[in-house]
């Protein structure tokens, strides 16, 4: 009787150990996904006081641009709004206002006083310093988010997770269609860049007179696998295009063959 007391008083501290060390394992990382939204909430205001200066900047040079101007003011306004909202309307916010960004800043491309401008770059500067440090703390918030989240779904700690409350967090995700979108990849003319034209093709047509193209026994009328026969023209004829002549004798000149010349040996059939 002793010992099965023994073992339930021992199987309670255990499961009593077990609840202790899950709740402060939810409780550390509940706290840590805070700390972590901070650092990108810090950043966040960051940029938000570096935009309105780089709009006065760029719109010295670029006034006829004023519905650029007013998109990016308006989308900062809002996102200055929300920053009591949940991760994911704040993402929203923020991606809206990203894509403003990288609008007005394409638009910049077309003034190049503005982009030698030592103020105008060193806002620039600052502004992309600052977009890679929001997005560093994005990937280690959202890292932290996955690993809670896990825990909140998993059994046994699901239990615990129900049992006090430790709800589901969510992502800090860009939402910008821009970032996201799949680039088109095109397989056309081997050797083409995409936006560019494809050589022109070449024609089919006859070959250059320049090559030398081999006969090939059989073939334009000739007898298959006899090789053609020598056509001999008399001097001011045109060459004969009727049947190959017949071999001449051995030793004696070809038939048809002019006479000798004046000063030129006679024909003796060597070679």
Known sequence: MTFVIIAVVAIIVILGIALMVSYNRFVKQRNLIQESWRQIDVELHRRYDLIPNLVETVRAYAAHERHVFEEVARLRTQAVNV??????QRAAAEG???????????????????QSNQNFLNLQRELTDTEDRIAAGRRFFNANVGDYN?????????????GFK??????????????????QVSFGTIGSVAGEQAPPQMQAGPQSSGQIQPEIPGEQGNYQGQPQMPVYQQPGQPPYQGQPQAQ?????????????????????GGH
């Open 96 to 114: 809206e206002l990203s894509g403003a960004l990288r609008q007005m800043m394409i638009s910049v491309e077309a003034y190049p006083q503005l």
């Open 248 to 268: 001449p004798p051995v030793g004696g000149p070809p038939a048809g063959s002019p006479s000798p010349q004046d000063g030129q040996p006679p024909f003796t």
């Open 166 to 183: 430790f709800d589901k967090a969510g992502y800090f995700e860009v939402r910008d269609e821009q970032v996201r979108a799949v680039p």
């Open 83 to 88: 920053q009591g909202a949940p991760p994911e």
């Open 150 to 162: 896990t825990r909140v779904e998993a059994f046994p700690s699901n239990l615990i997770a129900n």
